[in-house]
């Protein structure tokens, strides 16, 4: 957990192995289906995905010298590509924008080449990924704390799959009942907010579906603007030296307008998504 202001601290999942979040729930997912067999030695794995997960999959599929698919629309980063085909992941591109197209294509193919689809749209084990990690280690390093200190009084997260909100509302929410879950998405993509999926720049989230998110766990939505969250991620860089992606730059930026405006005598925790090396091509 980093500090970022007086009432504001952010997890810094830009320490997991691939440099992302997504790392917890592609790696739950892989162990799981290695226990219960259905995926066996050799096999493919297959992702629809923004990048992050993609990438995670990738990771865990030359770890234990699986073949990987990855289909992705063709508007996100030249270093998310780039990445996947170093870990030796195929990658298949579609259009801009179309993440419904790339979910059928990943069902189509599976289902054609008895590939295993992870599935993270869809995937109970995203939710639990979050639900017994990062929300226990948010759980482990402020409760029983003060208030000035220790009362979570809000949780604010941008939502691709929704996987890490809602495992962390689930699991947060026995600890501090009274939680506010804050939702995060794109200005120029507001399907949470009532609106039309759109093309935007903010990267892992704002996919044009609510897919794993529960409206009714969610206390409000909060919209950012792209070019916001890239100004905000620069400066987290140039303040406080800490070098992350523009998702990261909209949760922080979505946390302190929350701060500001309800005056919390808790703290806020959001998350530092992955890290900034990841958009050199579009920041």
């Not at 990658?91 to 993270?120: P, S, T």
């Amino acid at each position: 957990m980093i500090q970022i202001g007086k009432k504001l601290w952010a997890k810094a999942e830009l320490f997991n192995p691939t440099g992302s979040i997504k790392d917890r729930p592609a790696s739950h997912i892989i162990n799981t289906a290695e226990r219960n067999g259905t995926l066996l030695p050799g096999g493919t794995i297959c992702e629809a995905t923004s990048g992050n997960m993609g990438v995670s999959f990738a990771w865990l599929a030359a770890e234990r010298g699986y073949q990987c698919v990855i289909i992705m629309p063709n508007n996100m980063s030249m270093e998310r590509k780039k990445t996947l085909e170093l870990y030796g992941a195929t990658l298949i591109e579609v259009e801009a924008g179309a993440f419904d197209e790339a979910i059928a294509l990943r069902d189509e193919l599976c289902e054609i080449n008895g590939w295993f689809n992870c599935n993270q749209f869809g995937n109970p084990l995203n939710i639990e990924s979050h639900e017994i990690g990062t929300a226990r280690e948010i759980v482990k390093s402020f409760h029983g704390q003060d208030d000035s200190l220790g009362y979570v009084q809000a949780l604010v997260t941008g939502t691709g799959t929704g996987g890490t909100l809602m495992g962390c509302e689930k699991e947060l929410k026995q600890y501090w009942p009274g939680l506010k879950i804050v939702a995060v998405e794109p200005d120029e993509s507001p399907v949470m907010s009532g609106g039309e999926p759109g093309l935007h720049g903010i990267q892992g989230i704002g996919d044009g579906s609510k897919f794993l998110v529960d409206m009714k766990a969610v206390s409000e939505v909060t919209r950012i603007k792209t070019e916001d969250a890239k100004s905000r991620a620069k400066q987290l860089a140039k303040e406080h030296g800490i070098f992350v992606g523009i998702s990261a730059g909209a949760n922080i930026l979505a946390a302190e307008k929350w701060i500001e405006d309800n005056d919390p005598t808790g703290i806020v925790v959001t998350f530092l998504c992955d890290r900034g090396d990841r958009y050199f091509s579009c920041i």
